[in-house]
């Protein structure tokens, strides 16, 4: 099992910044990759950016490339999304997740964290 706990969420305007953290918990996580989702009220849940826990290389969603940033901190067991230069339309709830290499499908989710961007 692998549990995740987000923060870093809130209220911000149109332009600003916000980083979100994602506390890992529970299991060694050098075979596991991390990935942020947001959901937005009445749309589907998106893969924003992820992260390959060992290598670290990364994948972006093209509606945020060039303005959020995946990091992780090994000795945190922590995973970071940067937000930058944040819309209106970024407004959601952003999700970590974890799955295992190999494994198609995302199995752990945090409780997720509120994002509103105002204009």
């Known amino acids: 099992q692998v549990q995740l706990v987000e923060s870093g969420g809130g209220l911000v305007q149109a332009g600003g910044s916000l980083r979100l953290s994602c506390v890992a918990s529970?299991?060694?996580?050098?075979?596991?990759?991390m990935a942020w989702f947001r959901q937005a009220p009445g749309k589907e849940r998106e893969i924003v950016a992820g992260i390959r826990w060992s290598g670290g290389s990364t994948y972006y969603g093209d509606s945020v490339k060039g303005r959020f940033t995946i990091l992780r901190d090994n000795a945190k067991n922590t995973v970071y999304l940067q937000m930058n230069s944040l819309k209106p339309e970024d407004t959601a709830v952003y999700y970590c997740?974890?799955?295992?290499?190999?494994?198609?499908?995302?199995?752990?989710w945090g409780q997720g964290t509120q994002v509103t961007v105002s204009s």
């Open positions: 997740a974890a799955r295992l290499e190999g494994v198609p499908k995302y199995d752990y």
């Open positions: 529970g299991r060694t996580l050098s075979s596991y990759r």
